[in-house]
């Protein structure tokens, strides 16, 4: 498999990014990056980002979760950050990327998860909560979804084209436009830090293809894990945003459907679809609010 690796240079120096990096290599050779913050002994806080970011996105939430007496973990998805980068597109799937990451967590032995998740960090989330149920003491969810063959929204549809067809791909500016925050010239680079070239955006432009909307391969994956999900009895905390186009509502699914939702106190966030570097602080306490449940 050809890989591609960022070179360390482009991480230099980004703004409200004191952390060192960590790697843990998984099969297949893949190097795995992952920021680890707070106690080892301390309960994990996992948090997941989507695409096209990588764990910039989550630089306001990893100090404040430490600083509350939990371990702050971060991992870049395989093809974003700071992690391995695939080169070919057969090498990337949803189930992929879910059996990725379940090494990832199995490797570092994390038990006790709150996991806190948005956009593709819920895809690849909630299917590891329905595949180690066990591993997992709750979960927080914002602006992201669980879907099983439904067909593609409007704006969604927009979105997959682009990412598809258009000849130039501006990741950085692609975060600032969901982000209804006027992000600086820095924080706008330290997004397109890690894909310094056409190559390097391989995941970042086919995830959105992956999305199992429709006749998609992964729709029956999908179902089985709603089934595990309607299982799933301990607390699920929606905090999603009020100004998200693309997953406005989908809360309501989640409050309907997984029994640990029903009796906890929602939040309705605010900003767009990167809520991160909107409310950092309402997911924040939407996090500390799961762990008090659980």
Not at 5 to 21: G, H, M
């Amino acid at each position: 498999m050809r890989i591609y690796r960022t070179s360390d240079e482009r991480f230099a120096a980004l703004p409200d990014w004191p952390y060192a990096p960590n790697y843990l290599e998984i099969e297949g050779g893949l190097r795995v990056h992952y920021v680890d913050e707070g106690a080892r002994g301390a309960q994990p806080v996992l948090m997941l980002h989507g695409e096209p970011t990588w764990g910039y996105l989550y630089r306001r939430m990893i100090g404040p979760v430490a600083a509350a007496g939990f371990r702050a973990v971060v991992p870049d998805l395989i093809g974003f950050g700071r992690s391995d980068k695939p080169l070919e597109r057969t090498a990337y799937s949803y189930a992929a990327e879910v059996a990725w990451m379940r090494q990832w967590i199995e490797r570092l032995d994390l038990k006790d998860i709150i996991l806190a998740c948005q956009d593709w960090g819920s895809l690849i989330g909630l299917r590891l909560v329905a595949e180690m149920p066990g591993r997992f003491a709750g979960v927080a969810l914002s602006n992201g979804g669980l879907p099983e063959g439904q067909p593609a929204p409007r704006a969604f549809a927009i979105w997959r084209a682009f990412a598809r067809y258009s000849p130039v791909f501006p990741i950085g500016r692609i975060v600032h436009a969901g982000a209804k925050r006027r992000l600086t010239p820095e924080e706008i680079a330290a997004y397109d830090a890690p894909f310094p070239t056409r190559a390097s955006m391989v995941a970042a432009r086919l995830f959105p293809s992956l999305v199992p909307l429709g006749d998609n391969i992964a729709v029956p994956d999908q179902k089985r894990a709603w089934e595990a999900l309607e299982q799933f009895e301990k607390p699920f905390l929606c905090c999603f945003s009020d100004g998200d186009p693309i997953t406005r509502g989908g809360d309501a699914l989640f409050v309907e459907r997984v029994p640990g939702a029903r009796l906890m106190a929602h939040r309705t966030l605010r900003g767009g679809h990167f809520i991160q570097e909107n409310d950092s602080a309402g997911f924040v306490a939407a996090i500390l609010d799961v762990a008090a449940a659980h």
